[in-house]
DNA sequence: TTAAATTTAAACAAAT
DNA sequence: AATTTGTTTAAATTTA
């Protein structure tokens, strides 16, 4: 236990930093291997699928290596880290297994994004400044600024596409589960299918898809490697000009500027390949020769170069040569306020895709887990979580964990599915475990969520099956089990059940984590022991509970608000890009914040919402509402008679949730096997002595 | 840096 | 006598 704390350790003031080389550099190894697991599987048909990844990847990448940048300094990682890997590899490590993003790692930046608007500006703004270098050295090399001839108003313009663009990605996205699901589950008329229109509509911007496919890659070109560009240069539909960027004179630029912030990246470059194949288990050749083939030919590109054309954010420029394309680069896009303000609007898109793609992560997580795992199959399913989870898992249960670990690098179930998006399966899982390690509790948990069940639902396939801790604080963990109950109400003993039912995490370790249960039940007052006839239940007061939290969220105002507000999100972000463009500041970051914080999973303020889809209300919202919703809704359910006029006190948080059916599914279904000691055949109705405590607890 | 939360571990008592 | 349940205390960590 210790150690997995002390791996995760990192001191908040520094978070940022630290937080991201720490990622690179322990999780990466789990990443890649995972993303590898699943890439390769994928059949012609997820080609497309595939596509887009490289594309998010792209922006993801983006992403993080501007995060990279950061101060150099800050590169002082943990401790632990230090000791288990030589690290300074972040840079490289990140473009060798572009594949893999964490979700760790998207948590991460999600958490730092959220965490504090402050460290967001100043990421921005250090950022930016690597930004501008680069374009400085460019400008350097040849003469001084020029004349600015671009008008920010076509800047708008483009910018405004790449929004589009992102929604566009965000339908596909969508589009692409979908289908998924309905080739898994049933044809039929899905509800998603009223959201599928995604082709066919057309975004307001009127573009193609194509050309927002285009524009796209544009965007995250900017931002991204050589090497993914490649990626995409492979597989775009190679829009006209030869793809050919002749290796021109080698403009690592992209990455040695990224990295050169880090001075040591320099060297892990030159042992990609290396590296990053040991790391995997050799799953999806496929994926390791692309990149490896990209980073050959990484040699003469620069990632603003493509297709002949600048990609600089709405600069579409032809160069013959790269030659041209550098002369252009420097007159065009020399250090100057348009360019920073690009930067900055730039910078912005990709965290906001970024956390949008985190989002969809997870969601397809979930998909797939369900749909795969689901069969109950007593032992196919968890064994591929297993072992992701083993990878990091191992140091959070030292002891007893041998059993059933691991092995697993072979099957992973891998089989699971042809999907090309396993990557992400496991991907996510390293997410969730890695962080979680020594606190379970960590990121989100109970603090910014209220109604733990939505964020468990959404996942709940995915913890049921994966070894993975659930991020939520045993306290959270066990009301919730306690809400689910028809009587809400439990025994010990079914507690217990509900925690091996619900978590694969929690087959494991039984003495540990049971003695936290009931050390849990016994120190917080908001876990009621009811006598009973046969022996004695656990209820839940709510008040206790809610007020506990209440006090940590009251902290933060905000988080109250947010949830409302939330609701007009969707043309929130809008407004905030808009004034983005306008301002250029750092409005958007703004928006970004709050986001994160409402819904304890990052449910992404990229709220952008397919436009086709509802009333544009993005999906997020419609989650935080529709969780609000359900809260309230079980505030009612709760107490038959509930309280109508009853409010609670400021928040009335919503209470809980009882939503789930799929809850229900549960204890019907496959877990039994987990399960064994369920039911417990404890007819007796004691329950009157609850509702009574309940409903006064409640009032 | 401090304080509050959480997680773990462990000792013990009471009830089964 | 062996377990299970509950309570407590304490230490280590994380988060604010």
Redesign the pocket.
Known sequence: ?????????????SMSQNGMSTLSSSQLEAGSRDGRSSAGDTSSEVSTVELLHLQQQQALQAARQLLLQQPGSGLKSPKSQDKQRPLQVPVSVAMMSPQVITPQQMQQIL?QQV?SPQQLQALLQQQQAVMLQQVCMLANKNKHQQQQQQQLAAQQLVFQQQLLQMQQLQQQQHLLNMQRQGLLSLPGPAPGQAALPGQTLPPPGGLSPAELQQLWKDVTGGGGHAIEDNGIKHSSSGTGTGTGVGGGGGLDLSTNNSSSTTSSSNPAKASPPITHHSITNGQSPALNHRRDSLHEEGGGTHPLYGHGVCKWPGCETMCEDFGQFLKHLNSEHALDDRSTAQCRVQMQVVQQLEIQLSKERERLQAMMTHLHMRPSEPKSSPKPLNLVSSVTMSK??P?ASPPNLPQTPTTPTAPITPMAAMPQVPSVLGGANV?S???????H????SMPLSSEIAPNYEFYKNADV?PP??????IRQAIMDSADMQL???EI?SWFTRTFAYFRR?A??????V???????KC?V?VENV?????TVDEMEYQK??S??IT??PSLVKNLPSSLGYGTALNASLQAALAETSLPLLGTPGPPGLLGGSPPGLLGISPPGTLSGSPPIMLQSAHEELNGSLDHLDTNGHSSPGYSPPVHMPPVHVKEEPLNMDDDDCPMSLVTTANHSPELEDDRELEEGNLSEDLE
């Open positions: 236990m210790m150690q997995e704390s002390a791996t995760e350790t990192i001191s908040n003031s958490q965490l959070n249960l002891s962080p390690m020594g606190a379970m509790r960590r990121r948990s109970d603090k910014y801790r939520f604080t045993y306290a959270t963990l025994t010990l003993n217990y370790n003495a540990t984590w049971k003695n936290a009931r050390h849990n039940l016994s120190l917080h876990f022991r046969k022996g004695a239940v656990w506990r939290r006090q940590k902290g933060s």
